[in-house]
């Protein structure tokens, strides 16, 4: 397995994206912010980064800032849902 590696992640809250460049490749996880609600609508990882556990670690990112600011998550993102039923530490967070 794997080792996830050391992402330098960028919050853009302008834009509702975490974000962090690996090998110059934009990786990313996208959110909306409805009242106290954050949907979690996209996540993307280029192919040619795939396997490599980005995607999970943005996410985790995403939902710990969540967690801080007291939001909810509604996972819109099918990768977000499977991600959360499968780490029953954030399933407190569900919307």
């Known amino acids: 397995m794997s080792k996830t590696p050391a992402l330098d992640i960028v919050h853009h809250p302008e834009i509702g994206r975490f974000e962090a460049i690996v090998d110059g490749l934009r990786c990313e996880a996208d959110y909306v912010l409805q009242g106290q609600v954050m949907r979690m609508t996209h996540t993307g990882v280029p192919r040619a ?15 710990g800032w969540a967690r801080e600011q007291g939001y909810k998550v509604q996972p819109v ?7 959360m039923r499968r780490h029953p530490e954030w399933q407190d967070l569900a919307a």
């Not at 993102?77 to 991600?83: F, G, H, L």
């Open 49 to 63: 980064l795939e396997g490599r556990g980005i995607a999970a670690a943005l996410v985790s990112h995403a939902l």
């Open 77 to 83: 993102c099918s990768y977000v849902a499977v991600y």
